[in-house]
């Protein structure tokens, strides 16, 4: 059965701000997916899991209608009060049981999302929308993530992966998919013409404050945070007032570049 980890109001607001959109390499790999199979242009286009619509608006950008889906209401209202162009609509319902016609929708795609999903109920749901030659795009960043600023980059890097490695003590067993690149999620695609991408790697442009928000937005720090949130919060302040020190600013606002490595999952029914 699926895993439910973003629901809450407070939860769901932090993930509206501080999360990413698609980085610019991951879009053009999915642009250039759909041009190489003429997918496009796509009437109807499915981002499930949305959560507050980050890549639903970038799909958006590219194609004529966007439907966000997401079981979490919180995270649906987040993405309707986000500016939005008015090709995009949402909806709430489990990624498992998508309110689409049989082989009504020209490209499925899911951001970062799929390893909480039913695996086998999603793709066979999948496979139901998607029409004959259409797509499905199945994405997530890794854990694989460093930070760039001025000649103290590795330095950085250190004090953010050492608060990532006490967070993935609390994740979830699910995030095992996310640690094994989604090998699992691409042989239970069930299409015959199918790829999977590994090396995708983008840079975000993220301040100081942002990294730390990124780090709350996470599952196992909402799973710390629960545990223990003194030691929680302390970790965020620890992990700021360091960052700080190394790069020798005293604003959260100082700009970083935040690099990240995606897995991306690719086919065509």
């Excluded at 599952?219 to 710390?224: D, E, I, L, N, V």
Aim: hydrophobic share 40%; glycine share 6%.
């Amino acid at each position: 059965m699926a895993t439910q980890m973003f629901e809450g109001r407070g939860h769901a607001a932090i993930y509206q701000k501080y999360r990413f959109a698609p980085g610019k390499e991951l879009q053009q790999t999915i642009l250039a997916y759909l041009q190489e199979k003429r997918a496009n242009p796509a009437e109807l286009v499915v981002d499930v899991g949305c959560g507050s619509g980050q890549g639903t608006r970038f799909l958006a950008e590219h194609f004529k209608k966007v439907v966000g889906t997401d079981i979490s209401e919180a995270q649906i209202q987040e993405a309707r009060d986000a500016p939005s162009p008015p090709n995009v609509s949402y909806l709430v319902c489990p990624a498992e049981e998508l309110p689409f016609e049989d082989a009504s929708v020209d490209l499925l795609t899911s951001f970062t999302a799929v390893h909480w999903f039913d695996i086998q109920k999603f793709m066979r749901e999948a496979n139901r929308v998607v029409k004959p030659g259409g797509c499905v795009v199945i994405s997530t960043y890794t854990v694989d993530m460093s930070l760039c600023y001025g000649n103290c980059s590795e330095k950085l890097t250190q004090v953010f992966r050492e608060s990532w490695d006490l967070l993935l003590k609390y994740s979830h067993n699910r995030i095992k998919l996310v640690l094994e690149d989604y090998k699992e999620i691409f042989e239970a695609l069930p299409f015959p013409d199918k790829k999977r991408i590994t090396d995708i790697f983008d840079k975000i442009p993220m301040t100081v404050a942002g990294v730390v928000g990124y780090l709350e937005s996470v599952s196992p720090y909402q799973a710390f945070i629960k545990n223990d949130p003194e030691a929680a919060k302390s970790l965020l302040q620890e992990t700021e007032k360091r960052m700080l020190e190394t790069m020798g600013v005293s604003s959260r606002e100082t700009p970083v570049e935040f690099w990240v490595r995606h897995v991306c999952v690719l086919g065509c029914k």
